[in-house]
């Protein structure tokens, strides 16, 4: 069997669950039952504890949540009143009997999930599958007495976990390998993101989070818990000991630290003042506290010791991988940067000195055994799969919708060239992580440094299209494979793939003119030269921000194909790879001549009033493009025009808006 990078690829063995039980109706384990009933409504979801009380609160915070839900427009009262049916709790085993799966969130006690466990086995069908919401505790431990191992791990949930994508996926040595598959299908499938870590204590997020906490208590001879937490804000959103409070978390580190201690030795020993304290004179996120130099510098080397220390040692054991560890980081545990990056920033000679220092305080941690350069060769931010002699191109941004920046196009141009030149390897297809986005666009946090930059805006649009122009030139095919929305940037890269399929259900969407801006990478320049007779399809994208659903692109030419899943997605793009292969054209270079956009009001398709300027700004653009003399004049009319667009009152406000969740008035702006 095949373990893809990307677990959308091979679809599941197994149907998605009709009915899970949550055995534990404490914190996460409610709210592990709102992820599920929320990506899939019309599951039977059974909480199960010894507590009635509990599972009260249980049921009342799912109804809060939905509640909340409907109030901030994520999700409508219909959808609402289907997640809160069929909603169960008891204090019965077994109603467990006909689950499909079952997930245990109890407290961390092996005497007590062991219980649990035989009493699920001796109720669930030997199929169904059994996992673990511990933190810490090995699934060989956990799962020790279980006759039917083999449908049996550790999925490991990070709070909230309604909210959270991360959740590792344990690999253990009884586990069925097909399991496994299902499994992180089943995650990827309902909007999470499975990572999959070795059966070790701790697996590999919380060694990293476990052992920043036990370190940042082990250097309070350096300095106050206030003024640890003020270094610490250099590498999260929330130091160390306000998570503490926050998670009432002393008793776990003392327990998770132990053992690993137990396991692994004594230099994890937990840190004995964990035993007296009770809560933290913590820092507030974002509110700094002066630290004496010589003591911040001796608590960064140490913060940033345990991580250089951990993510080596991670790595080393084949714990995660590079990019997961990345990921999870930052995802799961809200560093501001993964420990391979901030490793990298730091330069050799620094991570060295660090580890020295770190060895002599803190004697028997590990350190990287190798040098730098070997912990920094993978991808961030792709997931490079073989499909036949078709290499699949996954973005995955999960965080983002799959919102494309320059190191992501980067990355994507470093695949293709490294493969472009190989015999063996027929064509490309990029597809979006997950079953929602392909890509939602240029990544809009990065656009206010160039607002009012005309120049410096152009360029950014001409960095970011480095990897479309890459395209235009090849021969080899390359396929995008639109797995759901493929918005602004992302669809300016779909656009300039030599084929596109599309699921059924996906859509496009130019939605920059609701940013104040103009699409400056392309798309008023490619799209009317590949398919002249839909330029009033594409004048409606751009100028009304109308939505183009993948049935009606497929009716005008503009997507080849279209698949009913995504497996099928993937095969459809394969064979119109297939299909390319020695027969991929260069865009048309000389000028063209399409019908001009007709005069309108300057309004979106949903009634958004728009900038008037930026409307004039885009219907010049597409008109200089069509008449310019050879694509890549006319690409470079895009560019500036993205440039001056940049420099409107109405980008400031449209940008500022999105970055601040609010609606943007053009009224004022003009
Ligand atoms: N750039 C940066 N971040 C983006 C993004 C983009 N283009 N598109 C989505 N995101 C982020 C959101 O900010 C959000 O992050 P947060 O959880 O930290 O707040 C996350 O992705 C999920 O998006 P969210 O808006 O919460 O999901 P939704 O289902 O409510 O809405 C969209 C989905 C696509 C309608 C909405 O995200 C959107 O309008 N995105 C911008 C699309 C766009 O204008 N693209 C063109 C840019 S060139």
């Known amino acids: 069997m095949t373990s893809f990078n990307n677990p959308l690829i091979a679809k599941s063995t197994r149907p998605l669950p009709r009915h899970v039980v949550v055995v534990g109706a404490g914190t996460i384990g409610p709210d592990i039952g709102y992820y599920l009933k929320s990506a899939l409504p019309d599951l039977k979801l059974t909480l199960i504890d010894v507590a009635q009380p509990a599972l009260d609160r249980a049921m009342q915070r ?53 219980r649990i466990f035989a009493q699920l086995e ?6 169904a599958l059994i996992t673990s919401n511990t933190s810490s505790l090995p ?82 001879d350096r300095a106050s818990a206030i ?69 911040a510098a001796a608590v960064r080397d140490r913060l940033l010791g345990i991580l250089i220390s951990q993510a080596g040692d991670i790595l080393d054991r084949n714990i995660g991988a590079p990019a997961d560890l990345e990921l999870g980081c930052r995802l799961a545990l809200g560093f501001k940067t993964g420990p391979l990056e901030l490793m990298r920033q730091a330069g050799e000679e620094e991570v060295v000195r660090i580890g020295e220092r770190l060895q002599g305080e803190r004697p028997g941690l590990p350190l990287p055994t190798q040098p730098l350069t070997t912990y920094q060769d993978f991808a961030r931010h ?82 970011f299209s480095k990897l479309f122009q890459h395209l235009d030139g090849m021969t ?54 590949r398919w002249p007779k839909a330029a009033a399809v594409f004048h409606a994208m751009m100028r009304r921000n109308e939505r183009l659903t993948a049935k009606v692109a497929h009716e005008n030419g503009i997507v080849d194909a279209l698949a009913g899943s995504y497996d099928d997605l993937i095969a459809r793009a394969v064979e119109r790879v297939d299909a390319l292969v020695g027969k991929v054209m260069p865009p048309t270079d000389g000028p063209v001549a399409i019908d001009g956009p007709p005069p309108i009001e300057p309004a979106a398709a949903n009634g958004q009033k728009l900038s008037a300027e930026v409307l004039g700004l885009l219907d010049k653009a597409i008109m200089d493009a069509a008449e310019a003399p050879s694509f890549a004049a006319a690409l470079e009319v895009g560019y500036r025009a993205f440039g001056n667009s940049a420099c409107t009152a109405a980008a400031r406000e449209g940008i500022d808006a999105f970055l601040n969740r609010r609606t943007p008035d053009f009224g004022k702006t003009g």
């Open 62 to 114: 799912l109804a809060e949540y939905t509640t909340k839900a409907v109030a901030r427009g994520k999700m409508s009262q219909k959808l609402a009143d289907k997640v809160g049916q069929n909603v169960h709790a008891t204090l019965d085993y077994a109603a467990a009997a006909d689950a499909d799966w079952a997930i245990e969130a109890a407290t961390e006690d092996l005497g007590l999930k062991r």
């Open 382 to 463: 792709v997931l490079v799969d073989d499909i036949g002699d078709v290499k699949l191109i996954t973005i995955r941004r999960p965080e983002a919708l799959n919102a494309l920046h320059d190191d992501i196009n980067d990355e994507i141009l470093a695949v293709i060239r490294r493969f472009e030149d190989d015999a063996a390897v027929r064509g490309f297809v990029i597809i979006g992580y997950g079953p929602r986005a392909f890509s939602a666009g240029a990544d809009i946090g990065r656009f206010p440094t160039v607002l009012g930059n005309a120049e410096a805006a152009a360029q950014y649009a001409r960095d």
């Open 476 to 529: 080899k095919p390359v396929v995008a494979a639109l797995n759901g929305m493929a918005l602004g940037g992302g669809l300016e890269l779909a656009l300039r793939c030599h084929g596109i399929v599309a699921a059924q259900d996906a859509f496009m969407q130019l939605p920059e003119i609701s940013l104040g801006i103009v699409p400056g990478s392309g798309a008023m320049v490619a799209p009317y030269r």
């Open 139 to 220: 699934a060989a431990r956990v799962f020790a007495d279980l006759k039917h191992k083999q449908r049996a791990t550790v999925t490991h949930f990070f709070a909230p976990a309604w909210r959270n994508p991360v959740v590792e996926v344990v690999r253990t040595a009884a586990l069925d390998p097909q399991v496994l598959e299902d499994l992180r299908w089943w995650f990827a499938m309902t909007g999470k993101v499975p990572l999959v870590t070795a059966d070790v204590p701790c697996f590999m997020l919380d060694r990293i989070f476990d052992n920043w906490c036990n370190e940042a208590a082990l250097v309070l």
């Open 122 to 127: 001796s109720l669930m069908r030997p199929d």
């Open 227 to 295: 003024e640890i937490d003020t270094v610490a804000g250099e590498f999260v959103h929330a130091g160390p000991f306000f998570v503490l409070n926050l998670a009432n978390g002393n008793p776990i580190i003392i327990e998770t630290n132990t053992l690993q201690a137990d396991e692994e030795g004594e230099h994890y020993r937990p840190a004995t003042v964990f035993r007296s304290v009770k809560t933290w004179n913590a820092g507030t996120p974002g509110k700094l506290v002066p630290v004496a130099p010589e003591a």
